[in-house]
């Protein structure tokens, strides 16, 4: 039996992180029931995501409008667009980034890839690079052997123990090139399918009906057979990020709970296969953490 807490232990080190089948979570630390339900996408904690079985969280920061003290100003908070994730206060990235060294420390058998990208309301100074200093002097320095920050998909003998940052902002420095994570700065809004080599994206995300659920059903199980046949081959290391979250903010039934659920009736679960890539889920412990635990018992 798999225990979901540690199932990397199970795989041999050279595996490279792309020929897995992972669960991740979309929106990881917007699980905060004090928030619009068009805000919230997850129904647990990100302890408890990582605990069953989850190893890719998206996690969008930004600087911290909710406070007056400009002594906190390079503070980060989680949000999901615009909002906070909670609305009765600051969710710090520092204290969930804790949460994920407390697991790695516990399971060092484990890796999890980390996607952050810059969001929110806070003022930053783009032109100098501010959000990438911030988050590399304030976060990353002090703390560089719990990351790979390598520009390249790793082995798991390379990172486990580790967090894998996945970097959905740019750098200028010439300093950080190859040395600030997997660079993933961008790739086509509303894609269904955007290859970039090193990863490879579906995240159709904009619906303008609920029939869109169909479309989105069938590009999830698009580019889940894309991995698989890519994976089975002696190709270079690709990342396939799977994303199962779209929206509609004017109509009820295209909010996270609602296409969670959908897609689940999609049975895009019967697509799961070993070597389909990342997917990255909506309300991941919907019963009892039936995605994410299948995912993960396609890798045995």
Not at 155 to 181: E, P
Request: contains cysteine.
């Amino acid at each position: 039996m798999v225990n979901y807490n540690s199932w990397m232990k199970g795989i041999g080190d050279d595996t490279y992180l792309s020929k897995l089948s992972i669960p991740g979570t979309h929106n990881s630390a917007a699980y905060h029931k004090l928030a619009p339900p068009s805000v919230q996408c997850q129904g647990e904690n990100i302890s408890e995501q990582l605990r069953h079985g989850v190893r890719f969280l998206d996690i969008r920061l930004s600087r911290n409008f909710l406070t007056l003290d400009r002594r906190k100003k390079n503070d980060l908070i989680c949000c999901h667009g615009n909002f906070p994730v909670k609305l009765t206060g600051a969710v710090k990235f520092r204290d969930e980034l804790e949460n994920i060294y407390n697991f790695l420390k516990d399971h060092d058998s484990e890796t999890v890839i980390l996607s952050i990208k810059q969001e929110g309301n806070g003022n930053w100074d783009n032109q100098n690079n501010e959000f990438q200093k911030v988050f590399k002097e304030h976060y990353i320095e002090g703390h560089n052997n719990k990351w790979f920050l390598k520009d390249e998909i790793p082995k798991l003998c390379d990172c486990r123990g580790k967090i894998v940052l996945f970097r959905r902002f740019g750098v200028n420095s010439q300093d950080n090139q190859g040395k600030f994570g997997i660079s993933a700065s961008s790739w086509a809004y509303n894609t269904t399918c955007d290859d970039r080599g090193m990863f490879c994206v579906q995240d159709f995300c904009e619906f303008k009906e609920r029939q869109d659920i169909l479309k989105k059903a069938s590009c999830v199980k698009s580019l889940l057979k894309k991995a698989v046949d890519y994976n089975n081959t002696d190709s270079d290391p690709k990342l396939f990020i799977n994303f199962c979250s779209a929206s509609n903010f004017f109509d009820v039934r295209c909010w996270p709970h609602s296409v969670a659920e959908s897609l689940q009736k999609a049975k895009i679960n019967d697509e799961y296969k070993k070597c389909c890539g990342i997917v990255v889920l909506d309300y991941v412990n919907k019963e009892d953490w039936k995605s994410a635990k299948e995912l993960v018992d396609k890798n045995f």
